[in-house]
């Protein structure tokens, strides 16, 4: 099935820097989802971004959808010991009706004390 | 409280002795899914199901099976379990339309000897 990509696969920055993470895709999407896995856990939604539109922001997450280049990107402002975790995107493509939401291995972020 | 209810939580079995994931969600989602984790290879959809009779299998069916008589419930089984199959499994469920946000089950972690 088709999926999104996740880039880099790890990533590792000091407390309070900004984390940015990338997703791409194949083909058309009706919107773009972020999710977050704690370690062994279920993973948990983090924001949507629709296919209409640019940018999007949540508390500290802020996303961005180049429909063009079908790229999406995660960043995470001022970073948190508790932001670590992995992180996956899940396009939803526009193939008519909800067949599934799939998932690629995810960016998994260590955030340094 | 709205959640996806997975069980058991952890399990440990012997190859070939047939076993049953169950999962059950209280909040009347059209759409479940299974998912396996494995290192390095991130979350692998094995079936999903649309609504109640309806099953799809996804990237990694072999060796599962799972079936949909109430909208609730999702089991998954495994008729005759093999090593290749210990791993972290998910279950989610979310309505059926564009957009809306999976919702997982704490996991269950299946080891096979």
């Known amino acids: 099935s088709q999926q999104g990509e996740e880039d880099p696969q790890a990533l590792s920055i000091q407390e309070g820097e900004n984390a940015t993470m990338n997703c791409s895709y194949k083909?058309?999407?009706?919107?773009l989802q972020w999710y977050r896995q704690n370690s062994g856990r279920g993973l948990v939604h983090l924001i949507l971004?629709?296919?209409?539109?640019r940018e999007k922001h949540s508390g500290r997450l802020r996303v961005t959808l180049d429909t063009s280049k079908k790229s999406s990107s995660l960043l995470i402002t001022a970073s948190r010991a508790a932001d670590t975790a992995s992180y996956f995107c899940a396009p939803e493509f526009s193939g008519g009706g909800a067949d599934g939401l799939t998932f690629g291995k995810g960016t998994h972020l260590i955030i340094q004390p | 409280e709205a959640q996806v209810t997975q069980n058991p939580r952890y399990l440990i079995t012997v190859t070939g002795k047939k076993l049953t994931v169950t999962c059950s969600q209280n909040m009347n989602h059209e759409y479940m899914s299974w998912y396996r984790q494995d290192p390095g290879l991130g979350l692998r959809q094995i079936y999903y199901?649309?609504?109640?009779?309806?099953?799809d299998k996804g990237d990694v069916p072999e060796g599962y099976k799972v079936s949909r008589k109430e909208k609730r419930n999702f089991p998954l089984i495994l008729e005759s379990p093999s090593p290749n199959q210990t791993s972290l499994y998910f279950c989610?469920?979310?309505?059926?339309?564009?957009?809306?946000?999976?919702?997982f089950g704490n996991g269950t972690r299946l080891t096979v000897t």
């Open positions: 199901s649309m609504n109640v009779e309806v099953t």
């Open positions: 989610a469920s979310k309505t059926a339309y564009y957009g809306s946000p999976l919702h």
């Open positions: 971004i629709r296919s209409n539109e």
């Open positions: 083909t058309s999407i009706n919107n």
